[in-house]
Structure formats: C-alpha cells, structure tokens
C-alpha cells in the first residue's frame, strides 16, 4: 500500500441522530417550494431556481430512450425504435 492510498471511513448515521428530523426538513422544503406559503424569502430563490431545473431535467430524461435516446410514448415499457427495456 502506497502513502497515496487511504480509506476513508463516512459516518451516514451522523446527520439522522434525531429520528424524523431530517425527513420534517425535507417536509418543509417541499411545502415552501411548492407553493404552500406566500412569497419565498429572496435568499431560497437559487433553491427554487435549481429545483426547477433539475425536475424539468428529469422530465426530459423520462420521456428519452436511455439506449437509443429516441422519443418515448407516456407509459412505455419498452422503446418503439431499439426495443430497450425502460
């Protein structure tokens, strides 16, 4: 083993020692995103803007054979151009 070479141990329990806790964060982020209070403080507004993006990203990610990259119909389980499994 080379001095390069380290592992490196992560802790994922650390950040969910309060049960619910993290997950009532996420709650709350949700409800303000999606509307459920009035005006946005102006210092989430790069949250929102990143959100969106990403959902509208996935949208279009949803809707592309991930194989052939061809255009899918809602639904499909399979692509009508290469046949992949989606």
């Known amino acids: 083993m080379s001095d390069n070479d380290k592992t490196v141990f992560v802790n994922y329990e650390k950040g969910s020692q309060e049960p619910g806790l993290e997950q009532a964060y996420m709650e709350l982020g949700k409800a303000y995103y999606e509307g459920k ?20 990203e996935n949208e279009k990610d949803e809707n592309v054979c991930p194989h052939c990259k061809s255009e899918l119909k809602p639904g499909s389980l399979f692509c009508a151009q290469c046949g992949q499994r989606i």
Do not use: G, N
């Not at 209070?37 to 509208?56: A, G, N, Q, S, V």
């Open 37 to 56: 209070f009035e005006d946005p403080l102006p210092e989430l507004l790069p949250l929102f803007d990143k959100i969106t993006r990403l959902k509208k």
